[in-house]
């Protein structure tokens, strides 16, 4: 723990954190650093010193300084706890736990994204994913929601390739129950076509939440995909 | 840079081991701030502080009890330092082997492999993969520059037993003429 405890020391500064991220995109002597990050020589040389120091970045022959393999995993790493730190009011209400770690730990993957709160909006763009699906659409809710059945209808009609995730109880029309899973808890909303996704996790509450984060984003997409994939395997056919 | 702020500032609230070792009883169990002070050995004061510290960032809440328990970002943002645990504890190692070629799905699950042992020595590992086959009974699953000869014949034995064995090679790897391994 004590090794974690000072690598999350030495990234705990913005100031270094900023000259690892401009170091990952080209490596810089120690007067460039400083001029692109308007920070004195002696700040700079303080940080690079600390970062050499537990081998996050390495200085080079020429005097340049760049990440280490292990720096540049590090900052790699750095991925899932950005994106809750990014929405800690939302992962202080909503549950990740009862996700499989293969993809808690991958949470990372959904940080190029945007959170939508409101539900109505949410339903506009839920409709306009359908709208612009060509290959596929995965679901998988709480509910399959009357409104968006035409469309998805209309999808399957054309040959997109439907799959549903829900709960065993709801009412769903008879074309498309051979598209149809069932799941008795369903832990995490998903909506994925080959587009774009959304993702919403379990409100603690227990009572459903319709907001989620959206995203065209291929590793967000991905993610989404292998989540769906995960539960597609676990859920009853009709 | 907001972005950067928020993570800056959950970073170092989980830099001090003392905090930390505060997040993982608590994540054992919700206790009251005396028994944190006893269980973890620090004064009161320090004990507080640090509460003080996590609740403010919402790593932990208060009960009406007065217990504290790891609120659910609390519990999810130390799940998510597992791979950070794992590349520090081993950093001598990622410090001169390469992992940003595997798929990022991959690299994001490293923390997976943080209850392992590190072996050093060749022919350890190698005397360690040979106990490894001979105790599969449902599948050995290889991938590997090369199929270490002393190992074609015990495979050979795991596969008339039964198990599954899946080998991946570089094209240029003759395999053993003779091993039902092809």
């Not at chain 1, 401009?22 to 490596?27: A, D, M, N, V, Y």
């Not at chain 2, 070629?101 to 590992?125: A, C, H, M, W």
């Not at chain 2, 086959?133 to 270490?148: C, G, M, N, P, T």
Request: with cysteine; net charge negative; proline share 3%.
């Amino acid at each position: 723990m004590e090794a974690l405890c000072d690598l999350l020391f030495e990234l705990s500064s913005s100031e270094r954190m900023n000259i690892m991220q401009s170091l990952l995109q080209e490596s810089l002597k120690l007067s460039h650093v400083s001029q692109k990050l308007d920070m004195t020589v002696t700040e700079v040389s303080r940080h690079l010193q600390r970062l050499s120091d537990v081998q996050l970045i390495h200085k080079e022959v020429d005097g340049r300084f760049s990440p280490t393999k292990y720096g540049e995993l590090a900052i790699m790493l750095l991925s899932s706890l950005t994106f809750i730190s990014e929405n800690r009011q939302y992962f202080l209400q909503h549950d990740v736990s009862n996700l499989p770690y293969e993809f808690s730990n991958r949470l990372g993957e959904l940080v190029s994204s945007t959170y939508e709160i409101d539900t109505i909006r949410l339903l506009d763009r839920v409709f306009k994913i359908l709208e612009e699906a060509d290959e596929y659409i995965w679901a998988q809710s709480y509910q399959l929601s009357p409104q968006t059945v035409p469309p998805i209808q209309r999808k399957v009609e054309n040959e997109v390739e439907f799959r549903g995730i829900y709960p065993k109880d709801i009412v769903i029309p008879s074309d498309l129950e051979h598209h149809i899973r069932f799941l008795d808890n369903i832990e995490i909303r998903i909506l994925v076509t080959d587009k774009e996704a959304m993702a919403g996790f379990k409100h603690q509450s227990e009572q459903p939440r319709y907001t989620g984060f959206f995203s065209k984003d291929s590793k967000f997409i991905k993610w989404c995909k292998d989540v769906h994939q995960y539960y597609w395997q676990q859920a009853r056919a009709h | 840079m907001k972005r950067m702020e928020h993570l800056c500032d959950l970073l170092f609230e989980l830099s001090s081991s003392e905090r930390m070792n505060i997040m993982l009883s608590l994540l054992q169990e919700r206790l009251k701030l005396s028994h944190v002070s006893q269980r973890l050995d620090m004064t009161v004061t320090e004990a507080s502080r640090h509460l003080q510290r996590l609740s403010n960032i919402q790593l932990v809440s208060k009960d009406v009890d007065g217990t504290f328990s790891p609120t659910l970002f609390g519990e999810l943002a130390v799940s998510l330092l597992s791979g950070l645990d794992f590349i520090s504890e081993n950093r001598q190692y990622f410090l001169e082997h390469i992992v940003s070629n595997l798929q990022y799905g991959f690299v994001n699950r490293l923390g997976e492999l943080s209850s392992s042992t590190y072996e050093i020595d060749t022919v350890k590992v190698l005397a360690h993969c040979t106990e490894i086959f001979k105790k599969a009974e449902d599948y050995i699953w290889v991938q590997s520059h090369l199929l270490f000869p002393d190992h074609v014949p015990i495979i050979e034995d795991r596969i008339k037993n039964g198990v599954d064995f899946r080998g991946i090679f570089p094209e240029y790897f003759d395999l053993p003429a003779r091993a039902g391994l092809s």
